[in-house]
């Protein structure tokens, strides 16, 4: 969506926010109610996806040509550990389709032993279906580096090779031993798939040996071109070959929205009570709301923005929970390759991004009844809140907001600072390298149509640098525009477009937050071009090192260097009606956007 965002608007959103049903960040339980009731069996449970972020994948690694999202991919197939959503733990061991690995001394070898999980064709989910899977992946990023957003060269899973050495035992063999922790994390993202039914290269064509790269390339090619049929995506046999507790019954290609039933064959935890489970995508988190509020929806999350809302969904028999999600940080992402008014030299400066970084009033952001309205809480590191990973100045902000100290950073390197004007460069021997006399400070920020909070901070944010004769254009989009458009690793040619972008949330491996692939040098998905030795180092002393403090020094190093200006972090809303329940933690999960529909069961 091309606009830009005025104050009006923001306004006009608050105002909206604050009407009917009243609610406070008081009003939100800390934490999920227990498991109550006695479950029933059946039923269909109605979950609201994140706006602006309709899937439109079906193949578990799509290729960077493939904007948006991918379907179900966490209930129709699982990946090799199950992501936890705490940030005490990097996986949920029960529902993983394997034990923990076992290493050897020097960590270069790892064993391990799959349980008894079953494909829904009743054959068991095996070793081979690893290798296969990481074959797969391999073909995929032989193709193209972008083809897996969390790949950096030379890293996972380059220098890994895979055997089964018996039908539920995996051995692999590390050119260089990673730090388990992270190996781990990565191990959660690699989503297993069926060896003896997807390893051709043609519809009805022969089986291949897919430990041939050869052949890896044209299963990988003929996977991602069946996958590119999204009205085939219910009725394709492939996709009906499944290891997580769903199948997929119907997909809306118009909009997103799909449904899944159960996969009688699932031997993982869970009571499977649910009959159905329909999932619904939407453009805006406005009409999220406008549908928990008419009863139509039984789960979903909204942002902190709704808080006046809470009352009038506790009216309708909804419960509310607030908190952050473990291991996420918001921020405004630097582009440090657009060369637009300079924008790249000037914001090489560390004493520039320091001044910007003071501009950002993250207490004010909170409190702001139109941006996250009391339910939110600083943060200023990637580690995010409550990490065992924490930076060592600890919740001590080493750049807090102070407009006059952001002044005097400016002035005192040169810069004729004009409040409500334009600010220049007047000393250019004082303002650093490339930056010439005359130099205005003006930059394009780019942020997300949704949620709804981060147009409202970015306003904020503009706001105050104008007090201060910065000139920051603000500009939305939508959130699957951005994802396919700014970044400078997978879009080059887009890098003059945006200087900063505000996309919400990212979010790095709970229980392990390292930044490897965010902000290394080479990192698939260091969308703004970071680059900074020192960071490189503390990064692979995180991925390779054995030294458990090691994360903490690269958390501290970047919440220094301000590789992003730093936003508090709003608290995600669970909401769900209150005759449905499960485990606390598979709705504590939805804080990171992972579903266990397979825990839930309807009660009276």
């Not at 999202?69 to 996986?91: E, F, N």
């Not at 490339?434 to 949704?450: E, N, Y």
């Not at 958390?555 to 499960?582: H, I, Q, R």
Request: proline fraction near 7%; glycine fraction near 10%.
């Amino acid at each position: 969506m091309r606009g830009r965002i005025s104050i009006a608007l923001v306004v006009l959103l608050a105002t909206a926010a604050c009407g009917g049903g009243g609610g406070t960040a008081d009003d939100i339980a800390k934490t999920p109610p227990k498991q109550t009731g006695v479950p029933k069996n059946g039923g269909t449970a109605v979950v609201a996806l994140t706006p602006g972020l309709s899937p439109n994948y079906i193949y578990p690694y799509p290729p960077a040509s493939a904007s948006g999202t991918v379907i179900a991919r966490g209930q129709l197939w699982r990946s090799l550990y199950r992501p936890s959503g705490a940030g005490d733990q990097i996986v949920d061991t029960g529902p993983s389709l394997a034990e923990l690995p076992v290493y050897s001394q020097d960590r270069k070898t790892v064993t391990i032993k799959m349980k008894s999980y079953k494909w829904s064709t009743g054959r068991p989910v095996t070793a081979d279906d690893v290798v296969f899977s990481l074959d797969l992946l391999k073909a995929a990023l032989a193709e193209s580096p972008a083809n897996w957003s969390f790949y950096t060269p030379g890293q996972f899973p380059d220098g890994i090779s895979a055997k089964a050495t018996a039908a539920d035992t995996l051995s692999l063999t590390l050119d260089t031993a990673y730090n388990p922790s992270y190996l781990l994390s990565m191990l959660s993202l690699l989503y297993i798939m069926p060896s003896a039914e997807w390893n051709i290269a043609r519809t009805g064509g022969p089986h291949l040996d897919f430990t041939q790269p050869r052949n890896a390339k044209a299963i990988y090619d003929y996977l991602t071109k069946e996958s590119s049929d999204q009205k085939s995506f219910a009725t394709n046999p492939l996709w009906q070959v499944v290891n997580g507790p769903f199948r997929l019954k119907a997909f809306d290609p118009t909009t997103g929205s799909f449904s899944l039933v159960a996969n009688k064959a699932y031997s993982g935890p869970g009571e499977k009570r649910l009959d159905q489970v329909d999932f619904k995508a939407f453009t805006s988190a406005a009409a999220v709301l406008n549908q928990f509020k008419a009863g139509n929806l039984t789960v979903g999350t909204l942002d902190s923005g709704f808080i006046s809302q809470v009352g009038a969904l506790k009216t309708k028999g909804y419960n509310v929970y607030g908190a952050p999600a473990p291991a996420r940080f918001d921020s405004l992402t630097i582009n440090f390759k657009n060369t637009v008014n300079g924008f790249d030299k000037v914001i090489a400066q560390p004493y520039v991004r320091q001044a910007l970084q003071r501009l950002i009033d993250q207490k004010g952001y909170i409190a702001g009844r139109g941006i996250y309205g009391g339910a939110g809480s600083e943060n200023y590191s990637t580690a995010g809140a409550d990490s065992p990973y924490p930076p060592a100045f600890g919740s001590t902000a080493p750049y807090a907001y102070d407009p006059e100290a952001a002044r005097k950073l400016l002035t005192d390197h040169g810069w004729k600072v004009v409040p409500d004007g334009a600010t220049s460069c007047e000393k250019p021997a004082l303002c650093g390298s490339g930056i010439q006399q005359g130099q205005a400070f003006r930059f394009t920020l780019v942020s997300a149509d949704t949620p709804k909070y981060v147009g409202a901070r970015d306003v904020a944010f503009a706001s105050a640098a104008k007090k201060l004769g910065i000139k920051v254009d603000l500009v939305t989009k939508s959130l699957n525009y951005m994802y396919a458009n700014y970044g400078n690793s997978f879009a080059p040619a887009k890098a003059n477009e945006w200087a900063m972008q505000d996309y919400g949330p990212l979010y790095l491996a709970a229980g392990y937050p390292s930044s490897n692939t965010v902000f290394n040098t080479d990192g698939s998905f260091n969308l703004g071009s970071y680059a900074d030795p020192a960071a490189d180092k503390l990064i692979n002393a995180s991925t390779f090192g054995a030294d458990s403090k090691a994360l903490s020094a690269e958390v501290t190093a970047l919440g220094k260097d301000l590789p992003a200006l730093f936003l508090p972090t709003p608290n995600t809303l669970v909401v769900w009606k209150n005759t449905l329940s499960g485990p606390g933690s598979s709705f504590q999960a939805l804080l990171s956007s992972l579903y266990a529909p397979e825990q839930w069961y309807f009660h009276s």
